[in-house]
């Protein structure tokens, strides 16, 4: 299982950074996928998370309006959009997959991490 994360780097503030990731050794298409970020000091949080499909979406109230998850299950990929960037979004940034399956009684669930990109956002 491989989630290999791209596209971190140094932005100045109101500036944008597109995120990706790509996945393998487990069934993307039927897997959860999720942004997290963790900052020196703090605790790893949710940034945004995506559903199977791509049908549904979610984000973390402080990035609301300004980041976007999406992805390509033809291409195993889950990108994060971010924009409108603040200081306060510098973080090393992972991907995550829950990959779930099984048939009723034998059902499954595994996570999965990427090693982590650093995004640094500062004047």
């Known amino acids: 299982v491989q989630l290999v994360e791209s596209g971190g780097g140094w932005v100045q503030p109101v500036g944008s950074l597109r995120l990706s990731c790509g996945a393998s050794?487990?069934?993307?298409?039927?897997?959860?996928m999720s942004w997290y970020r963790q900052a020196p000091g703090s605790e790893r949080e949710l940034v945004a998370i995506?559903?199977?499909?791509?049908?549904?979406?979610n984000y973390a109230d402080s990035v609301k309006g300004r980041f976007t998850i999406s992805r390509d299950n033809t291409k195993k990929m889950v990108y994060l959009q971010m924009g409108s960037l603040k200081p306060e979004d510098t973080a090393v940034y992972y991907c995550?997959?829950?990959?779930?399956?099984?048939?009723?009684?034998?059902?499954?669930?595994?996570?999965?991490w990427g090693q982590g990109t650093q995004v640094t956002v500062s004047s």
């Open positions: 050794g487990f069934t993307f298409t039927l897997s959860e």
């Open positions: 995506i559903s199977s499909t791509g049908s549904s979406t």
């Open positions: 995550n997959a829950l990959d779930v399956g099984g048939p009723p009684g034998a059902e499954y669930q595994y996570e999965y």
